[in-house]
């Protein structure tokens, strides 16, 4: 089936660093999501984005985070500054449009906040 | 507040049983109720889906069904194989909300042989 990719897999930093995680959605997709899972607790939304534009964020999307995707490239969520709570699973999703339901996920990004 | 609720978080059956996995939902306004699984190291994968118009879903050995008036939904694994041990995942999303996913915690499936 349709893959979306996630770059790094892992990824450990000091807080106050930033992050940059990237996902590769699929090629024609054009609605694009980021999770948060934290160890034992279940996957919750972070934002979504469509058209250029952030459509919703959750209250996880804290101030600290944007989401960009420039024509063509990587969808990305940015972490500046980190903090340890931002220490979790990262799933990136996409989707094919308005009338097409099924999200495809990523393996995810683990990131740990030292 | 958490949204979507799943049960049991483990559950362990024999080869060839029926495995069931429940879940329950608060939000009126969901319309959309995937399972998903996912097998250590990959990324978690749609399995079935179901719309509230109808109350059963089926795809070969797997089957949704969906109680609207309790909220509820559950997944049978007919025939389970050791293949299908793995973690699934329910979710529920709503139309108009940019198809945004509530997910549960997840069960951990594991089919002995």
């Known amino acids: 089936g349709p893959k979306v990719l996630q770059i790094p897999s892992h990824q450990i930093i000091d807080m106050g660093q930033m992050v940059t995680l990237n996902c590769d959605p699929v090629s024609n997709h054009l609605y694009f999501y980021w999770y948060k899972q934290i160890l034992g607790q279940q996957m919750e939304f972070l934002v979504n984005f469509y058209n250029g534009k952030v459509m919703e964020k959750s209250k996880l999307f804290k101030d600290q985070f944007s989401v960009e995707r420039p024509d063509g490239s990587y969808f990305t969520l940015k972490i500046q500054p980190t903090a340890l709570e931002d220490s979790a699973v990262y799933f990136c999703a996409s989707r094919l449009g308005v009338n097409q339901d099924t999200q495809y996920f990523g393996p995810g990004t683990r990131l740990l906040v030292l | 507040q958490q949204q979507v609720r799943q049960s049991p978080q483990s559950l362990t059956v024999w080869e060839g049983e029926t495995a069931i996995l429940n879940c329950s939902y608060e939000?009126?306004?969901?319309?959309?109720f995937p399972w998903y699984h996912q097998f250590p190291g990959e990324s978690p994968a749609l399995l079935i889906a179901i719309r509230p118009v109808s109350n059963k879903k089926e795809d070969g050995r797997f089957t949704i069904f969906f109680n609207k008036r309790e909220k509820k939904f559950s997944l049978h694994i007919a025939d389970s194989q050791p293949g299908d041990s793995a973690t699934y995942f329910c979710?529920?999303?709503?139309?108009?909300?940019?198809?945004?996913?509530?997910f549960g915690k997840g069960a951990k499936l594991t089919v002995s042989p």
């Open positions: 939000d009126s306004t969901f319309d959309y």
């Open positions: 979710a529920a999303s709503a139309q108009g909300t940019g198809s945004k996913l509530s």
